[in-house]
């Protein structure tokens, strides 16, 4: 594998980046305007219902929001007269044929001048609808390689999916790819085209249903996902349906350039374009600033566990040198990028961090009192979760019931309103559990080979650095990455 120099294969470059304002897409989109101003083309597919709703879109969403304030910086009172040269945001869908972009004319223009496509649409959510999850994760997956087929000019497509399409696998998980009908648990049966007819025969099934509300209809079709996704091995929707994509894309790809990138837990920004940007609640964020507000009473997961987190950016700089590394090359390639292997984070050091950032800078409640933090109780295994939470919740929930009995019910709303609390609980643990006390390890072979080969450069190995070993975790968790979530997320 050779690899020449990033920006000049970056010059006069056509790119079409899907999912073009979610977190990870709009960094990458940044980055390359920011690094190398002479790519020609950056088309951004958006969920629109037309183009000036997708500009708007766009706008609004990633070039306002502090992620362009270096290109402000940069370009000032210029920077949109450069954004409408070089980006050309459109309305479309990937659950759709050609995208769903409705604009003939534009489309031949794609067809005729994109040289990488880069796909990261997805619903990342955990507990999706099933429809949702397989029409964008996995039926996704096939309308966007089927467009990038018919661009005269591919070099490469770039699919974005997650080194947890492995689910609970123990042990170290190599970068290779899943084949059609290979289910983790061995189960047999597993077919693509079935399970799109299971779920169209479920909500045919609904519809008949007289007394089936919205509300109804979608906790049926998260049922059905995570039944489906355990029935073959998978712990929940999401990384069922983004393994079912990388089955079909593998199975799709004739001698189309194919590289398939599986990030971990993508985290705030390490450098650039400055440090601690990140946007949406991440897992740990949530547990850390719940933690710091106050609000939660104990940390679920085993403190010796590794959780896998990488920053955004090192997700980002391995995306753009994967492109360069394998354009114009008939393969089929997976890349981990994480840091299990190369530089362990643990649970507890996660938890230590936290209690050290919010010691030093309390959370300061509506009230302008700040939060003082102690050390928290931690619930190691599951089942001291659930001798915990029926201490906790579920004898109260009971003793109340008891009371509301002898008041006549009258306090039934209230055990009602605490017994879909505790549902919701019970569910959200169930979803992350495998995160929680993973026992995984990814390994990162192939992208250790491409830092080595992007580091001859020095130039270009200090502007696209992706190397976890240079992260102290301590001080990107406190210095960089908390602050960065308590300014960004939780304001």
């Not at 050779?2 to 073009?20: C, Q, R």
């Not at 467009?147 to 490469?156: E, G, S």
């Not at 390639?333 to 010691?359: A, C, D, M, T, W």
């Not at 569910?427 to 830092?451: A, H, I, Q």
Request: net charge positive; proline share 4%; hydrophobic share 40%.
């Amino acid at each position: 594998m050779e690899l020449g120099s990033i920006l000049e294969f970056l010059d006069n470059k056509t790119i079409l980046v899907t999912g073009a304002t979610g977190f990870l897409a709009k960094i990458f989109v940044e980055k390359i305007l920011r690094v190398q101003p002479n790519v020609k083309k950056l088309y951004l597919l958006v969920r629109a219902t037309d183009a000036k709703s997708a500009l708007q879109r766009f706008n609004t969403e990633a070039v306002a929001k502090d992620l362009f304030k270096i290109l402000k910086e940069k370009y000032g009172t210029n920077l949109q007269s450069f954004l409408s040269e070089k980006v050309t945001p459109i309305a479309g869908d990937i659950t759709y044929e050609n995208l769903g972009v409705h604009d003939s004319d534009l489309i031949q223009e794609m067809w005729r001048n994109v040289d990488v496509v880069v796909n990261v649409a997805a619903t990342t959510n955990f507990d999706e609808r099933y429809d949702i999850a397989l029409a964008l994760n996995t039926f996704g997956a096939k309308n966007v390689f089927n467009f990038a087929a018919k661009c005269a000019k591919i070099k490469l497509l770039l699919h974005v999916s997650t080194a947890y399409v492995s689910g609970e696998t123990p042990g170290l998980i190599v970068e290779t790819p899943y084949r059609l009908g290979e289910a983790l648990n061995g189960a047999t049966g597993l077919d693509i085209n079935t399970e799109k007819k299971i779920i169209e025969e479920k909500l045919k099934e609904l519809s008949y249903d007289e007394t089936a509300t919205d509300k109804s209809i979608t906790l049926a079709m998260k049922d059905l996902g995570i039944e489906r996704a355990n029935k073959y091995g998978w712990p929940n929707t999401y990384v069922f349906t983004k393994a079912l994509g990388e089955m079909l894309l593998g199975s799709m790809k004739g001698n189309m350039p194919l590289v398939i990138l599986r990030p971990t837990i993508i985290t705030s920004t390490y450098k650039e374009p400055f440090p601690g940007w990140i946007e949406g609640i991440r897992t740990i964020d949530s547990l850390a600033v719940g933690y710091g507000k106050g609000r939660l009473a104990c940390f679920l997961g085993d403190p010796e566990s590794t959780i896998d987190v990488i920053p955004a950016d090192m997700v980002v700089n391995a995306m753009i040198a994967t492109m360069v590394a394998h354009a114009s090359q008939p393969c089929e390639i997976i890349y981990h990028v994480g840091s299990s292997v190369s530089n362990p984070l643990k649970y507890k050091e996660i938890q230590q961090s936290g209690y050290n950032y919010f010691s030093r800078n309390p959370w300061v409640n509506k009230n302008g009192k700040p939060v003082i933090v102690g050390e928290i109780k931690v619930l190691s295994s599951m089942d001291s979760f659930h001798r915990y939470f029926f201490v906790h919740y579920l004898l109260p929930l009971q003793g109340l019931r008891f009371v509301s009995s002898a008041l006549c019910q009258a306090l039934n709303g209230t055990c009602t309103d605490l017994k879909r609390k505790i549902n919701f609980v019970l569910r959200v643990v169930e979803l992350y559990k495998p995160y929680l006390f993973s026992k995984s390890f990814y390994d990162d072979m192939n992208t250790e080979k491409l830092r080595q080969l992007v580091r001859k450069n020095e130039v270009e190995g200090n502007m696209f650095y992706f190397d976890p070993k240079t992260l102290k975790w301590d001080h990107y968790l406190e210095q960089i990455h908390l602050p960065g979530a308590v300014k960004h997320v939780f304001k």
